[in-house]
């Protein structure tokens, strides 16, 4: 009787201890437990970083060159490739599975480079306030947000593994973390943010570096300059690629009489402006002065640029005029 009382009360202190055990989490040197996330757990869309060892960070593009996925900051963190030794091969376009659409078929109005002392790292596009502006590679949107530089910005990371930006647009139609096609329509033209008139500003980033976008595009042609790019650690110099000027005269039509003779100098006219198309402010000039000047009014160079007829214009200010 004493045996079998003893038995019971063995088993009842065992029975204790294991509930104990599981109830405060304790676990034996023989016998651990493993906590296995859920889709949520695993990975944020939101979140700023992921580890590149979750199983769901295959999910965004060109996952094995970034470390991270971030949807408020425009830029990726810099990679300083002036010591790069090698050469990187990005293919960029085989009319299978990878190709290349113009975002906006526009003259370029202003280039890649130092810009009144600043550095301008993309190319701005000319359009007007509605025009449709297109992704140019396969890729996921990363930023759609406004910015007060940019305006209402959109950056795709590429399967390929550049990002491009689109900036001062007047309207987005995609979201972050949406898949998006080349020739996929991201939104519409404008001139938001720090912007003077309606353009498109283009960008070619990768790992967070820009990159002239002259390497990759023929924006005269409005296609690729090769199928394939290589990046060395002269793709990222700085060159400026500011339009040189001359003091020579040139001939352009107006619309008012025949011809005119403008003359160029460091402080005049580039090859833009000689077709009529824009104006650079000089000291002194007035709306009203500039639209006397190219045979146009003062209610058309705002809606075209903007403004207001109280606008004040400033010294290099670029001003549409056509």
Not at 58 to 79: C, T
Not at 84 to 111: A, H, M
Not at 161 to 181: A, D, F, I, M, P
Not at 296 to 319: E, P
Request: hydrophobic fraction near 30%; aromatic fraction near 10%.
């Amino acid at each position: 009787m004493l045996r079998t009382i003893t038995k019971v009360v063995l088993f009842t202190v065992g029975v204790i201890a294991m509930i104990s055990n599981v109830a405060f989490g304790q676990q034996t040197n023989e016998q651990a437990f493993e906590i296995i996330e859920s889709a949520n757990d695993s990975i944020d869309l939101r979140s700023n970083f992921y580890d590149v060892t979750d199983s769901l960070s295959d999910y965004f593009p060109a996952n094995e060159l970034y470390e991270s996925w971030d949807n408020d900051g425009i830029y990726y963190p810099k990679v300083d490739f002036s010591n790069k030794k090698d050469t990187t091969i990005i293919v960029l376009c085989d009319n299978k599975t990878n190709f290349y659409v113009q975002p906006v078929k526009g003259r370029i109005n202003s280039e890649y480079g130092f810009r009144h002392r600043r550095f301008h790292y993309g190319i701005d596009l000319d359009l007007d306030i509605g025009d449709s502006v297109k992704c140019a590679f396969d890729g996921m949107v990363r930023v759609s947000r406004y910015h007060k530089g940019y305006g209402n910005v959109i950056v795709v990371r590429h399967f390929n593994g550049l990002e491009t930006v689109y900036g001062h647009l007047s309207g987005s139609r995609v979201h972050e973390n949406q898949l998006v096609k080349a020739g996929q329509l991201l939104g519409y033209g404008g001139s938001t943010g720090r912007s003077t008139g309606p353009h498109l500003h283009f960008e070619v980033r990768y790992l967070g570096t820009p990159m002239n976008p002259h390497k990759v595009v023929d924006f005269d042609k409005f296609k690729l300059l090769n199928d394939t790019l290589y990046i060395t650690n002269k793709t990222f110099e700085k060159k400026n690629t500011k339009p040189t000027y001359s003091k020579t005269t040139s001939t352009v039509k107006s619309s008012t009489s025949g011809t005119t003779t403008v003359k160029s100098s460091t402080s005049g006219t580039t090859a833009s402006k000689s077709t009529g198309n824009y104006h650079y402010v000089k000291k002194g000039d007035t709306l009203g002065g500039i639209a006397g000047k190219y045979g146009t009014s003062v209610s058309s160079l705002c809606k075209l640029n903007g403004l207001t007829a109280k606008s004040i214009l400033q010294i290099g200010q670029k001003v549409r005029v056509r």
